[in-house]
Nanobody, 122 residues
Framework: VQLQASGGGLVQAGGSLRLSCAAS????????VGWFRQVPGKEREFVMS????????NYADSVKGRFTISRDNAKNTVYLQMNSLKPEDTAVYYC????????????????WGQGTEVTVSS
């Protein structure tokens, strides 16, 4: 599975962005997908994940009530809708695919996209 994240950019605090994670391969629906983010000098941080069917999601407390995740298996795409953005959301965002849903650890994901940068100005 090859993943490509897109949709990042510069936004003011309180604004919104929608990230997309487009996958190649016919087995995309066999994978759970997670979003992580990373700032320089810090470890990669779990943001949200979604199960293979899209019926279950998991999220970090820091994004609760502000971010939502969804997927369209027909389009091989997962979306991360980010609302009420804060400066502390500034990071490079990565999508990743793994066989098991529920893990918040990066080691639980086998395939990674290249990352898309999100900058939130105050």
């Amino acid at each position: 599975v090859q993943l490509q994240a897109s949709g990042g950019g510069l936004v003011q605090a309180g604004g919104s962005l929608r990230l997309s994670c487009a996958a190649s391969g016919r087995t995309f629906s066999s994978y759970a997908v997670g979003w992580f983010r990373q700032v320089p000098g810090k470890e990669r941080e779990f943001v949200m994940s979604i199960s293979r069917s899209g019926s279950s999601t998991n999220y970090a407390d820091s994004v609760k009530g502000r971010f939502t995740i969804s997927r369209d298996n027909a389009k091989n795409t997962v979306y991360l809708q980010m609302n009420s953005l804060k400066p502390e959301d500034t990071a490079v965002y990565y999508c990743a695919a793994g066989l098991l849903f529920g893990t918040t650890k990066s080691v639980g994901y086998e395939y990674w996209g290249q990352g898309t940068e999100v900058t939130v100005s105050s």
